[in-house]
């Protein structure tokens, strides 16, 4: 797995559980995430489908892109497409994928990396592998995740940030059995580099066969346990969880995961995103694109991308915009 590691996980700082956080998030459900497709055709897992959408907030939709191996000629993107009132959050584990937007921002993630928009009172966006990976083929994996917006924030202009895997805080668990990358947030003092609208915690952990973590959480925060690929189980009573299943926890002060001794051989340890924010607790509106909290605001939002107030797709590559050279 390309994304960011070290050789030696005992030089990293201890995430621990301190021995008054007693109090370990036990899961309410565990479900699995049907397949689909999305964009050009690239295949997806639909992660939050079926869970009430009050145990997600403040999160309203994630992907699970791929894990699939292309051959030359099949990579796939999404054409222009609008947003308005919410972040998307993209994650690559594996692949490389290019963002362009209609207010100048946009680059290349790959192994690791991060794209963080925030699409607000609204732009147009496009994401598709780069020509040469197309021509190419190769291994495709990531996460898009959708983090809403507070109706005080929903009209803020776009917003670009580019995290590189180098800039996530990373952590172990103390006897160096799990690797913890904060892509957002905090856990026990290790940050992640994403600045966040909504308070959250978004961390990718790799877990060793046969090893736990038990990480702290905060109690305002709620807590979600997607697992990417792998076994294992999730809270101290042990309860199953494979590969494309998402675990929504109840309230407490720790989270605990622990990876199966064996692994397939494809996926040598068990690897999963933990999420976690404060509930925004407002109406929702939600069709395609857009996430509001009235009717009439989507209904708005449609107008506005329908008569181009949503901004106009450039002329000119994005690499002739910036004057960047796209990889060979």
């Given amino acids: 797995m390309p994304a960011v590691n070290v050789a030696d996980w005992t030089v990293l700082p201890r995430v621990i559980a301190a021995p008054t956080q007693t109090e370990d998030r036990a899961p309410v459900t565990v479900t699995t995430a049907p397949k689909g497709y999305e964009g050009e055709g690239f295949p997806v897992r639909r992660a939050f489908a079926g869970v009430d959408p009050s145990k997600l907030d403040p999160f309203i939709h994630m992907d699970q892109m791929g894990e699939v191996e292309y051959a030359p000629g099949e990579p796939k993107g999404t054409p222009w497409h609008p947003h308005r009132g919410f972040e998307t959050v993209t994650y690559i584990v594996d692949g490389v994928f290019e963002h362009q937007d209609s207010h100048g921002g946009g680059g290349s993630i790959t192994d690791g990396d991060t794209q963080w928009m925030t699409a607000g009172s609204g732009l ?89 973590m038990t990480v702290p959480w905060r109690t305002d925060f709620n807590a979600l346990v997607y697992v990417m690929s792998g076994s294992g189980y ?75 107030r949503l901004g106009t797709i450039p002329s000119v590559p994005h690499a002739e915009v910036h004057g960047e050279m796209l990889q060979d």
């Avoid at 924030?153 to 990358?181: C, E, F, M, N």
């Avoid at 397939?264 to 607790?281: C, F, K, N, Q, Y």
Wanted: aromatic share 6%.
């Fill in 234 to 308: 999730v809270g101290r009573e042990r309860r199953p969880i494979e590969s494309g299943q998402l675990a929504v926890l109840g309230h407490g002060e720790t989270i605990t995961v622990g990876a199966d001794q064996r692994q397939d051989s494809r996926h040598p340890a068990l690897e999963v995103v933990l999420l976690g924010g404060l509930p925004i607790r407002e109406p929702i509106a939600w069709a395609g694109p857009f996430v509001m909290n009235t009717k009439a605001e989507v209904m708005q939002a449609f107008e506005d991308f329908q008569k181009g």
């Fill in 124 to 212: 147009l966006h496009i994401e598709a592998p780069p020509e040469w990976l197309v021509v190419k083929g190769g291994l495709f994996h990531g996460l898009q995740l959708w983090v809403n917006l507070p109706k005080a924030d929903k009209w803020l202009p776009p917003h670009y940030q580019d995290i590189r895997s180098a800039d996530v805080g990373l952590g172990s668990t103390p006897d160096a059995g799990a690797l913890l990358r904060v892509v957002a947030g905090e856990v026990d003092g290790v940050k992640g580099p994403g600045s966040t609208h909504t308070p959250m915690a978004m961390v990718h952990a790799t877990v060793l066969p046969g090893a736990e």
